[in-house]
């Protein structure tokens, strides 16, 4: 069983819908929780980074943790057309050094 | 520009050849990491250096591959004598001193082994 698990999609809603993006992760240990986004052929940008269970937002985002269920979201409200890039979820815990473990990337496109 | 700097942005190697990529870090970051992504793949840990340590290679193959970060200069992945299946991307992750999960990524290596 791979450390962290994500659909790969591809997801394509319309603009203006609410996405829901999902991870499942099977390390109870991880402490720390990243979404990052990644446009075609450039790096991960860093979108959320939250410690533990509860919820973060920032501006049009949010993210959700439940350690319970070991279970990990990002939402976009009034999704635009330039959300669209691969959106990785990462985890790490502070007895692994923290390098991440990141899932394999859920494909979204918003359709104007 | 205070971001992740990594270079070259391409580059293509033939079998059996070194190829040397290079990155700085943030600046007043100290922890540097790598990362490879696959085609089709997600992004694996390859190694997690301090300024002229290696705290965790655990993600590193066992041979060809070497990285440093010394105390002036970039931090160097090196991966002697490629092969094709090196071909990937390459990057590189910086985070503060306090080494907790926050990382930024530089723009990648794309490395083409002929």
């Known amino acids: 069983q791979k450390e962290v698990e994500q659909d790969p999609g591809p997801l394509s809603v319309p603009e203006g819908a609410i996405v829901s993006l999902n991870c499942t992760y099977s390390n109870s240990a991880f402490q720390y929780f990243m979404w990052y986004r990644q446009y075609s052929r450039k790096g991960p940008e860093l979108l959320m980074y939250t410690y533990s269970s509860g919820n973060k937002e920032d501006g049009r985002f949010t993210a959700q943790v439940d350690k319970s269920s070991k279970y990990i979201s990002l939402f976009i409200r009034d999704s635009q057309p330039s959300d669209s890039a691969t959106y990785l979820c990462?985890?790490?815990?502070?007895?692994?050094?923290?390098?991440?473990?990141f899932g394999k990337g859920t494909s979204l496109l918003v359709t104007p | 520009n205070a971001g992740v700097m990594q270079n070259p942005r391409h580059l293509v190697r033939r079998r059996g050849q070194e190829a040397r990529l290079r990155c700085s870090p943030m600046k007043g970051h100290s922890h540097v990491y790598w990362y490879r992504q696959l085609p089709e793949e997600g992004l694996k840990f390859m190694v997690y250096?301090?300024?002229?340590?290696?705290?965790?290679e655990s993600g590193m193959p066992k041979e060809r591959f070497s990285a440093e970060f010394p105390k002036e200069g970039p931090s160097i992945l090196r991966i002697q004598q490629v092969v094709r299946g090196d071909s990937a991307a390459y990057f590189c992750a910086s985070s503060p001193g306090t080494g907790q999960g926050e990382q930024f990524f530089g723009p990648g290596t794309r490395l083409t082994v002929l």
């Open positions: 990462a985890t790490s815990n502070s007895n692994s050094g923290y390098a991440l473990n």
């Open positions: 250096l301090q300024k002229e340590n290696i705290i965790d």
